[in-house]
């Protein structure tokens, strides 16, 4: 659905982002290695075309589309078949980010197989308000 064009100017675009994100210079290794690691593209069920670092899971998948399908991701398919969120991504696969919209943070467990930056610091973000608001909450 996309041109190669559209592609590298849709990458550029988000390298720039995160690059306003960079804190330290460990988080800029990271980065790197989401960056030029290997790469794989997916597609939505609608067919546009997502790119990944190799070994994305559909939990990287879903914060790339938008943090907040990734918040309130419970499920996923990969090519129509349900399947685990940890489970590896592979070049062509059709994903869908199943949600729920009462779901109030994502799991801190999914820190030990997500591969993109994006999503660890999307997670992390979450979990930061989530303590906050707990906190803030018993403190009346």
């Not at 675009?13 to 800029?28: C, F, G, P, R, Y």
């Not at 994305?56 to 349900?82: C, R, W």
Request: proline share 4%; with cysteine; net charge positive.
């Amino acid at each position: 659905k996309y041109t190669r064009r559209q592609l590298q100017v849709s990458w550029v675009k988000e390298l720039a982002k995160i690059m306003q994100d960079v804190t330290d210079l460990t988080e800029l290794e990271h980065i790197k290695l989401d960056l030029f690691h290997n790469r794989i593209f997916v597609l939505t069920p609608e067919g546009d075309v997502i790119d990944l670092p190799e070994n994305a899971t559909p939990v990287d998948f879903a914060y790339q589309i938008h943090s907040e399908i990734g918040n309130k991701m419970i499920k996923a398919k990969i090519n129509g078949v349900l399947c685990p969120l940890s489970q590896r991504l592979q070049n062509g696969d059709i994903v869908e980010a199943l949600t729920d919209k009462s779901k109030k943070s994502p799991d801190i467990e999914w820190l030990d197989f997500v591969k993109t930056h994006l999503a660890k610091s999307k997670i992390k973000e979450a979990h930061r308000k989530h303590l906050s608001t707990w906190s803030k909450r018993l403190g009346k």
